[in-house]
């Protein structure tokens, strides 16, 4: 199988006023379609400048790496993912549903094909009902929920999702975490998910990419076969523990190379 991303050797060295910042070494990885990968590491370990490589919005300065079988550049104009950010980034004028129809009408999609769309993947969210509310007139949970609808509007092969719910609580959180895998599970779609924290990554994830800071690079991989049933309390069992204590040990030793 062709993997839907396929990086070697990457490098990105940023040049600041400071001097060069080396954020990403030697990054080999591939993911194959339909995989659920989570990027998990230190803050400054270069987690967002990854993901940001893999959409085009930063360039490599060593190494190759291809997107849909094309360079991230083409995989951004054939529209191959959508981008979910930290925060929910809604236009506070437009309803909910003008904002999943967004990305829409900048392709020029005809009106009735948006409004399937839109009404489609406000049900994968679970916001029907919701289409013609602003979005502060929603909960934060809503608002990164109302995001990935418009993240999937586009119908993308794979979601790049940015810490997507690093600000909300513990509670909305798990309920997020547990619709996205069922989102996830019902769409196919490829996913790459950064984040802080572990269970998190265990909990979502096919595999988990360690990554250690300074310059940012691949600690471990590891596998995460903990079947497509998830329920929430899949945390308490040995299995999940193992996996977490795996996790916790490649940060650790990941940390150690600083100095
Ligand atoms: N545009 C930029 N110009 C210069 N340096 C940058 C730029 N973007 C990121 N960096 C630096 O590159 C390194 C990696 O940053 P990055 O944001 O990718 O880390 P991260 O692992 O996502 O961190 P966090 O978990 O805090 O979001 C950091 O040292 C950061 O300061």
Redesign the pocket.
């Known amino acids: 199988m062709n993997p839907v991303i396929s990086a070697q050797n990457l490098d990105l060295t940023?040049t600041?006023n400071d001097g060069p910042?080396h954020?990403l070494s030697d990054i080999t990885l591939d993911i194959d379609k339909g995989e659920f990968v989570s990027l998990i590491?230190?803050?400054?370990?270069?987690?967002?400048?990854?993901l940001r490589v893999i959409a085009d919005l930063e360039q490599p300065t060593g190494g190759s790496i291809s997107v849909n079988g094309m360079t991230p550049e083409q995989a951004r104009i054939h529209r191959a993912y959508g981008y979910v950010f930290q925060q929910a980034a809604l236009f506070p004028w437009r309803t909910i549903a003008d904002n999943i129809a967004l990305p829409l009408e900048v392709m020029g999609i005809a009106a009735a094909e948006r409004a399937t769309r839109v009404r489609d993947n406000m049900a994968l969210v679970d916001l029907m009902g919701f289409e013609n509310k602003f979005p502060w007139q929603l909960s934060g949970g809503m608002q990164q929920r109302a995001s990935i609808a418009r993240a999937l509007s586009v119908q993308p092969d794979m979601l790049l999702m940015d810490?997507p719910f690093g600000a909300l609580d513990e509670i909305v959180r798990d309920h997020l975490n547990s619709q996205l895998l069922k989102l996830w599970a019902k769409t196919q779609k490829t996913v790459v998910f950064?984040t802080?924290s572990i269970p998190e990554a265990v909990y979502l994830s096919t595999r988990i990419v360690v990554?250690s800071p300074r310059p940012?690079r691949i600690h471990s991989i590891i596998d995460c076969n903990l079947g497509a049933d998830r329920p929430l309390d899949i945390r308490e069992t040995p299995e999940f523990l193992a996996i977490a204590h795996q996790v916790r040990e490649g940060l650790r030793e990941g940390h150690s190379y600083e100095g």
């Open positions: 940023f600041t910042v954020a590491g230190p803050s400054g370990c270069g987690k967002t400048t990854l810490e950064v802080h990554m940012g």
